[in-house]
């Protein structure tokens, strides 16, 4: 493309813990109509819904142009089952999940969008339908997710040692990653197909002659023609986010069509006795083995005369 190209940018955030220790403590399972720790937990009720609220805040702030989506905010669990139905979620909601540790999720419940900040050792398990096929992850480490429904956008910020297993091949349609080390994809229904994994240490060797920010260079992950490719995200100087094979794609298409266009209007052009390039004699006919009639010497056929009948 005749536009330059250049890294695409996103937030700054801030570094994740790579800690992989587990709790001691024995797990427990959360109502489905609730998502409030057991008493077994040192915060009340009442600190509770507070600390919710802030978080819901925060995450509509992130939202932008979204600040008046209704949030369902799940905040510090500590090993929970959470089960989440249809009946305690609106349908209209975000479902925010934050700072939870050892805890298991069952999302049954439809909702807007889901968005996931700060876990560890957790597992996700997503059912229902997402009203916006966007589920965004980031700040987490030793994740497993398994994607049962139609995701068509899931983002991994700042991610570490992350199992996404996909019920079928087909659920997966775009994976949009930045700074995520050890993403491991599988298949329920491909149990002996070997893990695909890749993450910021695959990519680099990859791409030796740029300088990769784990921070603010993102990836695409996408099935073409049967094959599951990861490719550098770049921004073309109108903020257009592409790869380089599409925008090499997009030239070659874009120079094929230009000279479509051309021997299209050309053609039209003769059809109305309009010759472009050459003017049409009005004099006597000049034979093919005659001299050209612009005195160069050469005969027609191979001067002004070339190419025609």
């Known amino acids: 493309m005749s536009e330059s190209k250049e890294a695409t940018k996103i937030p700054e955030p801030k570094g994740i813990s790579t800690s992989t220790e587990t709790s001691t403590s024995t797990s427990s399972t959360t109502s489905t109509s609730s ?64 700072g939870c540790e050892d805890c298991t999720f069952e999302i049954h419940a439809r909702s807007t969008k889901i968005m996931i900040e700060g876990c560890r050792r957790s597992k996700f398990i997503f059912h229902a339908k997402v009203l916006t096929e966007t589920v965004e992850i980031w700040k987490c480490a030793d994740i497993t997710a398994e994607i049962n429904t139609d995701v068509k956008t899931l983002q991994l910020d700042l991610c570490r040692n992350f199992d996404l297993k996909y019920q079928t091949k087909s659920l997966l349609h775009s994976i949009v990653w930045a700074g995520v080390f050890n993403l491991s994809i599988t298949y329920a229904d491909e149990p002996t197909t070997a893990p695909h994994v890749t993450g910021f240490d695959q990519m680099k060797p990859q791409h030796a002659d740029k300088d990769l920010s784990p921070i603010h260079d993102q990836f695409i992950m996408r099935y073409i023609k049967g094959e599951l490719l990861t490719e550098l995200v770049v921004r073309l100087k109108n903020g257009f986010p592409t790869t380089d094979r599409e925008a090499d794609e997009f030239d070659n298409n874009a120079e094929k069509n230009k000279k479509n266009a051309e021997e299209f209007a050309i053609n039209r052009l003769k059809e109305a006795g309009i010759y472009v390039g050459k003017s049409k004699s009005t004099g006597p006919k000049v034979g093919r083995n005659d001299p050209c009639t612009c005195s160069s010497g050469k005969k027609y056929k191979n001067c002004c005369g070339k190419g025609t009948n």
Request: no cysteine.
């Open 35 to 98: 998502t409030t720790p057991t008493s077994s937990t040192t915060s009340t009720d009442s600190n509770k819904s507070k600390m919710e609220a802030k978080e819901a805040a925060k995450a509509q702030a992130m939202m932008g142009v979204a600040k008046d989506q209704e949030m369902h905010p799940i905040v510090g669990l500590k090993n929970q089952v959470v089960d989440l139905k249809g009946a305690d979620v609106n349908i209209k909601a975000t479902i925010f999940i934050k």
